[in-house]
């Protein structure tokens, strides 16, 4: 078998039990497997025995051996052995598992000697290191450079949660895909916190897997009043607009939830019941049987802004308005104006709702929940991902074994879980992550910052998967957040092309693995547009179009 293995490089000056350097005269891409077999002397018993350890390469540079200078003294190239003898290249590499006995792999413990023969590894050496169980395990790639060697996670240990990271374009979001679509595919459930609408995929296995569009909706009398103010009225000067809807909110929604929970209504027909009882004198003003229980809602809600002004102003003026009662009242007018034509805009371009079923009423096996979030504003989603934990979270609770254990994967996480920002969803989704475990629910981050993440949130996740990262400052976090990732790991980050991603915790076990993650195929959006393509169509276009109102106007002038 031996004849198989390449002789890539020696071992360096420098080797410990798990970092080499190496030395070949060419140098090695990074992230190629090595494998290097060497004898170990006990210098107690002064018994010799033999280890084979696996590795991989990391940092690369090739080096000139004699002083280089501008002109050309030598010339080598008539001389090809010379050239050889000329340079070198040094690279450094990571020793990742002792692989001698072949049933238990485990970290290295001998530095190999100075040099130490090394080689390319063979599939046989790594899928020693990287096998898992497949009845608890999915496929979510291959190793790098080894197509033939699968990757796998252990799917039982998603219950300590999981944060992907990298640049943006390195993969997340496609990787995401790839584990919704294989853990549901085992009978689980997934539910994407979608902020870009990108989730809508056609499954790998059709028929099997079924993935369920959910409107996230702003329900309008769940939803705090304080809350429900500030996403129709944003701006954070306009206080006297939020006052004034504020006070009308309070006193609609009270009256809303009374009648429902007296009558047992769903809270669509008591606002209908409210609305038609408020208008049966002025039926032919509005065609009260068509009014769904929104559109009451929203004229509800403007009467009552418009009533509020109302009881204000005679509270304020007693009998008579005073003049200066006068001058606030046309001020008072513009904002009640204002507060109206903020509630029609907030009525026409968001989702609302008053009976939407809870997102965990849908969680089933084999199902993708793809909660589309992306019309909705920061703050709005915010409130929206708060909503969705403790559903799930209490349905999990409560429900125990009658619903699945469940995935929920939040996209772009640190504009939610931000270390230096307080947001109404990340007491939600602290509590989550802590009580979760017990019940099934699992967390999924997905984020391009891990450097402002919430570390009290990600110290509680064990599983990560690290794709494409530049910058320096995020490397060091995900260091810290991962404990067992060394610098030489996060050093190789910044070269990884889309879809590489090294996959570290307890869902691939022992032994940190760098995978090049499955294409899913039913996946649609993520592509970056061509935008050349776009310009030069539309330039056709008008080119088009300019030649045929040339014609119309040659024909009509003849
Ligand atoms: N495993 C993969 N194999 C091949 N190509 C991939 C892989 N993963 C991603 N890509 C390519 O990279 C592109 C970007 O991937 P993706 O949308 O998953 O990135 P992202 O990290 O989610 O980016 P963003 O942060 O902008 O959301 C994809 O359209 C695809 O072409
Ligand atoms: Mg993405």
Redesign the pocket.
Known sequence: MSSLLKEVGLVGEESSPTRISVKSKHPLPVGTYIYLKYEVRDPVTGGVSEREVVGLVGATQFKSLIQVVSGRPTPVEDYPELLELKRESVMNAILIADVTDRKAPKPPEYPPPPETRVYLALPKHLSIVYSQDPGESIRV?ALVGHGEVEVRVNVNSLVKHLLVT?????????????LADRVASLGGCVVVFDT?G?YRIESEAPGVVEVLPYEASINLVKTPIGLLSSFIVPEPGATKQRRILRNALRDLNKGIEERAVKKGLPLSEAVIELYRELHKERSSFMSVGETDGLRAYRDLLKERVRGAYKEQEDRASGRALSRAARGRSSRDDKAIESVIDKIDDFFEWHRVSLDMPRVSEYIAPRRIIDVDVSGFTDSEQDWMLKVIAEDILWALKERGGGIVPTLLVI??AHIFLNEGRSTVSKEAIQRFVREGRKFGAMLAI?S?RPRTLDAAIVSQVQNFAF?KLVQSTDRSKVIEFSDILSEEYADLMPSF????AILVGEWVGRFTVYA?????VG?R????PRVIDAWRKALERSVEDARKSFEKSSLIEL
């Open positions: 790639g990298g640049v943006t374009g390195s993969g997340k979001s496609n990787f995401i895909a790839i870009h990108e996209e772009e997905v391009q794709f092309p889309p879809g590489h090049h993650i499955d294409k899913h996946k959006l993520g592509a970056s």
